[in-house]
């Protein structure tokens, strides 16, 4: 119920805020890749610890981001997530360690709530930070990643938190209904 009246955009003033919202996450049109990607997905489903939506969400993200370098750190489900990156940013190089070297894309989804410092140092400048379940446990990790001076737009998507180092833009955080 939290999240409910922040659905559809609703709330968002900001261009660049409002057409990641309506543009990627709530994204409904068929994509060039999609129908390929839901059969490795039915191929790999026991590797995969995400769900498809979730899979197809960082695919659209990385095909608004088109990062040069990503970084995906070990054990976020690397092969199949590595796969859907590729499919959205054919041209970036990605690297798959313990330890975030300097990228455009950061991806962790499981353990960041130690390592928000390191993260966000390797966050280069026009860069997106992307963590794994900001409630719970991880809801003071996140207000943390929030508040570090890199992190000018933030989302708040429930299942993932997206933190972008876009320092021309007003410092935001939003809360978004993603189910």
């Not at 997905?41 to 197809?56: F, G, P, Q, T």
């Not at 040069?68 to 690297?95: D, P």
């Not at 001076?149 to 998507?157: E, G, M, R």
Request: charged fraction near 20%; include cysteine.
């Amino acid at each position: 119920m939290r999240r409910f009246r922040h659905r559809c955009g609703y709330g968002i003033h900001s261009p660049f805020a409002f057409g990641f919202v309506t543009g990627v996450v709530y994204e409904r049109g068929e994509y060039y890749a999609y129908e390929a990607l839901r059969q490795y997905y039915r191929e790999h489903r026991a590797d995969c610890s995400l769900r498809l939506k979730d899979m197809l969400l960082l695919f659209r993200v990385a095909n608004f981001q088109r990062p040069h370098r990503c970084w995906i750190a070990q054990g976020s489900g690397s092969e199949a997530v590595k796969h859907f990156l590729q499919q959205g940013s054919k041209l970036s190089r990605y690297s798959m360690s313990a330890h975030p070297t300097e990228a455009e894309l950061l991806l962790m989804l499981k353990g960041w709530e130690e390592q928000t410092s390191s993260l966000m140092e390797a966050l280069a400048p026009g860069g997106l930070l992307i963590v794994g379940r900001t409630e719970g446990a991880s809801a003071e990790a996140w207000r943390t990643i929030q508040a570090h001076p890199k992190a000018q737009v933030c989302f708040d998507l429930g299942d993932f938190g997206l933190a972008f180092f876009r320092p021309e833009l007003q410092r935001q955080s939003y809360v978004v209904c993603y189910f």
